[in-house]
DNA sequence: GAAATAGATGTCGTCGGTCA
DNA sequence: TGACCGACGACATCTATTTC
């Protein structure tokens, strides 16, 4: 299976029952989560806000974390605690109270530890759900801190990955958008969205070495002549991947998830695609988060929409030239469906 | 084994900022 | 101007460790 998310070297874990008041469901006015010490060490003593991924049953979502410690009157600093922060509609705190909410009469818990991108991992835990039993299975004791000379951390960590890894497709599939757009907003971690970038650009290229060979067999039937790839030894900088038969061109749009990801346009390859007497189309291979279950769909007819497309990129850009300003690059993400008129039914690669 | 001590964690009073 | 809410951090309480 495909990992994207992995825990990072602190190898440590906070397994704690939150208390009424960590779930703002006592007289208090804490407005904080106590966390254990021990667990992210590599963050500094105060006012550190990021961003932290919060798991609870099926929900994942990045949420604004205000991280610190409370400070003794000596200067130095104790307990960390995550607060529930200015905005507090969108904090990790404030998603963990709304879910205990619902439901005030259950126990809660939580697990937290930092990703290899240091960012921060919450999985809240209500003590009826089947999470529950499978992680007390492997934390046998709460309200602790787990670190790798711990028998259970291993076990713990596995579970823990897993779960993020399956729940988190939605946070996944955003960093991949990100990746490929050049979407810096502050809820996608620089190091993901490099990660992603570095991973695109291999599953790019797994996505045309699976063509090639889909290609070659083909030629082998004698359903094709011959095709040339064009990326086979270096990158051509062409808009197309693949030319079939010395007519049919072919862009490879590989994802790691479904077939209905945004599939990006740079604008030279819209206007290349948008010329009328181009055979221009798309195999889209997805599915690749797993080696053995990906697939292919050929998508054609698409220079109506693209054409749509482009003549409004033309308009749009001699707006921008006369206001004397310039356009220098530009992606554009597309639903597969609203482009091709005919999608092919599915192939199996592998 | 009990008492003392130190360290960790939880609670809540108070202050200050915001908003109606 | 007062009500409300979040942050701070002092103090209370609990737990682990050390000392006798």
Redesign the pocket.
């Known amino acids: 299976m495909f990992i994207f998310f992995k825990f990072n070297k602190e190898k440590r874990l906070?397994f704690?029952?939150?208390?009424?008041?960590?779930l703002?469901l006592?007289?208090?006015?804490?407005?904080?989560?106590?966390?254990?010490?021990?667990v992210f060490t590599f963050l500094q003593n105060?006012?550190v806000v990021k961003s932290g991924i919060l798991i609870y049953n099926d929900y994942c979502e990045v949420l604004d974390c205000?991280f610190?410690r409370?400070?003794?009157?000596d200067g130095s600093f104790?307990?960390?605690?995550i607060?529930?922060?200015?905005d507090?509609n969108n904090s990790i705190?404030?998603k963990i109270r709304e879910f205990a909410k619902v439901s005030p009469k259950s126990k809660w818990y939580l697990i937290w530890s930092g990703l290899e991108s240091e960012e921060l991992t919450f999985w809240l835990i209500r003590s009826d759900s089947e999470d529950y039993n499978v992680i007390r299975e492997v934390l046998p004791y709460e309200?602790?801190?787990y670190g790798e000379e711990d028998s259970y951390y291993d076990k713990a960590i596995e579970i823990l990955t897993q779960k993020i890894n399956n729940v988190s497709i939605s946070v996944q599939k955003g960093i991949e958008v990100a990746s490929q757009i050049g979407d810096k907003s502050k809820l996608f971690k620089k190091v993901d969205i490099e990660r992603a970038e570095a991973m695109f650009r291999s599953v790019g290229k797994r996505g045309e070495e699976l063509i090639a060979e889909y290609l070659e067999k083909q030629k082998q039937a004698n359903n094709i002549q011959s095709f040339d790839w064009l990326n086979k030894s270096m990158e051509s900088g062409a808009p197309y991947d693949f030319i079939i038969d010395n007519k049919n061109y072919v862009d490879v749009k590989s994802t790691l998830y479904d077939f209905n990801q945004y599939i990006y346009f740079s604008n030279q390859e819209i206007s290349f695609a948008s010329k009328k007497d181009v055979d221009y189309c798309v195999f889209r291979v997805y599915g690749m988060k797993e080696e053995n279950d990906i697939w292919l769909k050929k998508c054609y007819q698409c220079n109506p929409y693209i054409s749509t497309m482009n003549s409004n990129i033309t308009n749009f850009m001699n707006e921008v030239n006369v206001q004397k300003a310039m356009l220098q690059s530009l992606k554009l993400g597309i639903l597969p469906e609203n482009c091709f008129n005919d999608i092919q039914s599915a192939i199996k690669l592998g």
């Open positions: 906070g704690k029952k939150l208390t009424e008041a960590d703002g006592s007289t208090s006015h804490q407005t904080h989560i106590g966390l254990y010490e021990g105060s006012d205000s610190d409370i400070q003794n009157p104790r307990s960390p605690k607060k529930i922060g200015s507090s705190v404030a309200n602790r801190v």
